[in-house]
């Protein structure tokens, strides 16, 4: 008779206020029961109940399930692209390939990974995969590069967003004109309205110039000019999250906010011939519009080149630029206007915004470039300057 089996179902032990223990089997004999007892039990019960019919059998497969990790056999079959995105975690991955058909289960190919050491080396990126693959299979293909879709796109430190969108459009063939289109509202991009504060009291009209971080880009297939710059704002926040950019900022550089170190770091990045001098002329725009310069003005040719690329003018070279150039009353980055420029006039690398967020010490209002290899020499008067500018023409420089 059935109930002349030990199912493993034992009642619930005194003191424990008729509620089970998860897991819990009494001893007996001094033995433990586990869940090898329990599972044998159900099957052993279920094999007696066959006569019910095929829902008991369907029972126990259920129960099995929470024992053993769903997962398929073998490399799959058919073609799917999944896309791994950037900072994704295994867990993240795992929910795409599920998603997408290509394991049975979430947890085959967690546990899958687990057991693969090199499974940390997985790239972002969009992958050509088979359907219904084990774990295992799964895992092993997207470490094989050869699975990788290569639609790749570098997009240079220092670009201007119209630049971008040019650059975008001839990889993709996605018109520039969408990419404007997209642009036009940062905030659906992913861009935090809380960036677009300033400390001078000027008014900010939210733009993306400065958010647009340049990177290698693999695009997805089927991409749009809206998740385009989606994934290269989100790669923006990625890294300026973990340099802590705008937190630094706030409690380091008196006052001024995170916007206003971005729009500094874009100076830099377009006035700085040399790497190693970023942080200087950084602190060269510091001291210009918070310190003893006296018109509290950038006077920086590159606000200037930037007006004109926006207008759909052709930029100069400095010796070129005219007296109406220099100082256009109707140019909002006019070189001798006080304070800041209204927004950042480039994409900057993390190096500049490095530089922007924590600049060396220096007093310096003045620099030029003096060698071909583009360092400068800075100087705190104008005097020092004249010298160094001496130099710079008698290295053939200037």
Known sequence: MIDELDLGFDEPERGQKGRHR???VRKRNGKSGGRGKTVLALLLALVLLGGIGGG?????DRVQSYFVTPDYDGAGTGEVTVEIKQGALIADMADALYSAGVVKSSKAFIEAAAENSRSKNIQPGTYKLRKQMSGAHAVTALLDLKNKIV??????EGR???NVYKLLSEKTDIPVKEFETAAKDPLALGVPDWWFKRSDG?????????FLYPDTYEIPPKATAE???KLMVDNFLSVTGQMEFADRVQKERGGITPYEALVVASLAQAEAGNKDDLGKVARVAYNRVYGEFPCGCLEMDVTVN???EATGQQTKASKDMTPADLDNPKNPYNRKLKGLVPTPINNPGKEAMAGAMDPPPGKWLFFVAIDKQGHSA???TYEQHQRNEAKAREAGII
């Open 22 to 24: 998860r897991g819990f």
């Open 151 to 156: 639609n790749g796109i570098t997009i240079p």
């Open 227 to 229: 998740s385009i710059l």
């Open 306 to 308: 930037y007006y004109l």
């Open 202 to 210: 000027k008014k900010v009209k939210p733009s993306i110039e400065g």
């Open 160 to 162: 201007t967003a119209k």
């Open 378 to 380: 800075f100087a705190d």
């Open 56 to 60: 008991a059998f369907y029972g126990f």
